[in-house]
Nanobody
Framework: QVQLVESGGGLVQPGGSLRLSCSAS????????IGWFRQAPGKEREGVSCIATDRGTYYVDSVEGRFTISRDNVKNTVYLQMKSLKPEDTGVYYC???????????????WGQGTQVTVSS
């Protein structure tokens, strides 16, 4: 059974840090591009960061320099290290697996259930 499970979300103050994990089962995540997306209340789901099978990394401008995506193929897990968090980073964070890196949700085949990140004082 193909499954992606996100973890590591929570409540953090502005300027704080969190590390999200995306654990894959039922397939080898190393064979897929993995994307992190987020969805704020009342807004569309948007791409945040993605990592290619060759470990090439991509970030949207709003998180460049603050977020770092990485993968551990032995653990079949992809991470999103988030630093200097801002209130506008609040949302449900999802990871997804697809055949290529993309900012479009339609290019991803498998999705996790999401983990809530709230940045607030």
């Amino acid at each position: 059974q193909v499954q992606l499970v996100e973890s590591g979300g929570g409540l953090v103050q502005p300027g704080g840090s969190l590390r999200l994990s995306c654990s894959a089962s039922g397939f080898s995540a190393g064979d897929y591009a993995i994307g992190w997306f987020r969805q704020a209340p009342g807004k569309e789901r948007e791409g945040v960061s993605c990592i290619a099978t060759d470990r090439g990394t991509y970030y949207v401008d709003s998180v460049e320099g603050r977020f770092t995506i990485s993968r551990d193929n032995v653990k079949n897990t992809v991470y999103l290290q988030m630093k200097s968090l801002k209130p506008e980073d609040t949302g449900v964070y999802y990871c997804a697996a697809g055949s290529r890196v993309s900012w479009s949700t339609r290019d991803y085949d498998y999705w996790g259930q999401g983990t809530q990140v709230t940045v607030s004082s």
